[in-house]
């Protein structure tokens, strides 16, 4: 295993002598699996996530129950480009970002919450 010294700090040789084998790209194969093993597991699902949530935004329509990131439950009674209306009782309407909903949640959730 190379060390992190070997991948930063070049090896001074005498004149005429070579590297020894194995020199090239082979020292940089560590940090190219490293690099592979983040992109896999932190940003691939980071990036399908922030997708997911954004088609969910798109496909919001009015009557929708949703649930905000706050832990607010309520029906959405208005769409806006940035904001939206969701009446959390009957009468008591209030407005967040798109951005904090959370999830949409299936018909009837709101009243067996009750």
């Not at 940089?28 to 088609?55: C, E, M, S, T």
């Not at 129950?65 to 939206?84: A, F, Q, S």
């Amino acid at each position: 295993m190379i060390s992190l010294s070997n991948l930063l700090i070049s090896n001074a040789y005498a004149e005429g002598a070579a590297p020894a084998a194995g020199g090239g790209i082979m020292d940089f194969l560590p940090l190219i699996a490293l690099l592979a093993v983040f992109y896999f597991l932190v940003l691939r699902p980071q990036q399908k996530r922030a997708k997911d949530q954004k088609a969910m935004l798109e496909a919001l329509s009015k009557g929708d129950e949703v649930l905000t990131t706050g832990g607010i439950m309520g029906r959405v009674t208005k769409i806006g480009e940035t904001y939206t209306s969701i009446e959390i009782a009957e009468n008591v309407v209030i407005q967040v970002q798109k951005e904090t909903i959370q999830s949409v949640l299936p018909k009837g959730t709101i009243r067996s919450a009750n």
